[in-house]
Every structure is written in C-alpha cells, then in structure tokens.
C-alpha cells in the first residue's frame, strides 16, 4: 500500500508533467501550426514509413492518461483513414486503459477494499463483488455509454474486484462504438477540405 505522501507526490509530478505537454503542445503550434497543412501532415507521417502507426499508438497510449481521446481519434480519421484509424485507437486505448487500470488496481485496491467494509456503503460493496464474478455487460454498457470519462471508468475498475480477462474484452468492446463515431468524424473532414 503506497503512502497519502507518495501518491500526492505522484499526483503532482503528473499534474506539471500534464501541464509541460499542453504548454509544449501549444507552443510548437503557435511556431509550426500555421505552415504546416493535411496532405503536408500526410506526407510527413508517409516519411516514417512503418513506424508512423508505432508512434501513433504510443503517443495516443500516453496522451489518452492525460487527456479525453476524442481528439486522437479524430486526428487518426484524419491522418490514417477510417480503417487503420479506428484499428490504432482501439489498440491504443486498450493500452492506455490497461496502463491506468494496473496503476489504480496497485495503489488503491487495498485501501478501497478497507472502506467498503463500512456498513453503511453494502451496496457498493455488493456491487463491486458482483464485478468479481462477471462484469463484461457492465463494462461494455459504461464503456458505450457516455456516461463518465474513460479514465475515470479506468481508475474505478482498477480498485474493483473485476478480473483483468473481463476487463480486457468488455474494453475491446466497449470501446468500438466511440472509436467508430470520433474516427469517422476525422475522415469525414478530411473530404471536406
């Protein structure tokens, strides 16, 4: 069990890191933003060959820990197509997901587990055991519905009692319907322009 001290020393590194990418993201906009058009950003992204979807993945699997995926997603219509977009969105926000869920299950299962044997929160406490023993519907529902930001679901199942196979495939899942919308979306700009 990770201390209140260590996790706030967490929380603060990941707040200032959050913030150098938004500052250095709107900075590099404002010098390169205005010069450099769609098919300029294609032909860059052809530049990289093979790697270009590995570093799509990657920056989208650690951006989306920061940030909503709506705009990645949109981004990977734009760059990659519907197809490939939505095939690199849906793997790297399994990976970002994957990445929150282990981090959550690791530094608050334990002390999240100490307050549901309160007992005036056995509801919650019988919910969470029901997440033990099946949960997939549930996620897939929560997942597709907008309901609450992914990494907040991330965090939640993470401190639950949901085993990591149901997990995993109710992500999968879950995560299609928004992928297909957002990314569609990028496509269809790029029709516009």
């Known amino acids: 069990m990770i201390s209140m001290k260590k996790w706030q020393g967490f929380r603060k590194f990941v707040f200032v890191l959050?913030?150098?990418l938004i500052i250095a993201s709107v900075f590099?906009?404002?010098i390169a933003g205005e010069n450099f058009g769609l098919e300029q950003m294609r032909q860059y992204l052809k530049d990289f060959g093979i790697w270009a979807p590995i570093i799509f993945i990657v920056l989208y699997t650690i951006g989306t820990i920061f940030i909503p995926s709506t705009p990645f997603m949109a981004v990977a219509g734009i760059l990659?197509?519907?197809k490939y977009g939505l095939f690199y969105t849906i793997i790297g926000g399994l990976l970002s997901s994957i990445i929150v869920f282990t981090i959550s299950r690791h530094l608050g299962r334990d002390w999240v587990e100490s307050i549901l044997k309160n007992?005036?929160?056995k509801?919650?406490?019988k919910y969470n055991r029901r997440l033990e023993n099946g949960a997939i519907w549930d996620l897939i529902l929560l997942?597709?519905?907008p309901v609450m930001p992914f990494n907040v679901l991330n965090i939640l199942m993470g401190v639950s009692r949901i085993n990591l196979g149901d997990y995993l495939f109710g992500t999968v899942i879950g995560l299609i319907p928004s992928n297909v919308v957002a990314v569609y979306f990028g496509t269809f700009i790029t029709k516009l322009f």
């Open 28 to 30: 590099i906009f404002q």
């Open 123 to 125: 509801n919650i406490d």
């Open 119 to 121: 007992e005036y929160l």
């Open 80 to 82: 990659f197509g519907f």
């Open 18 to 20: 959050f913030l150098v």
């Open 143 to 145: 997942r597709a519905a």
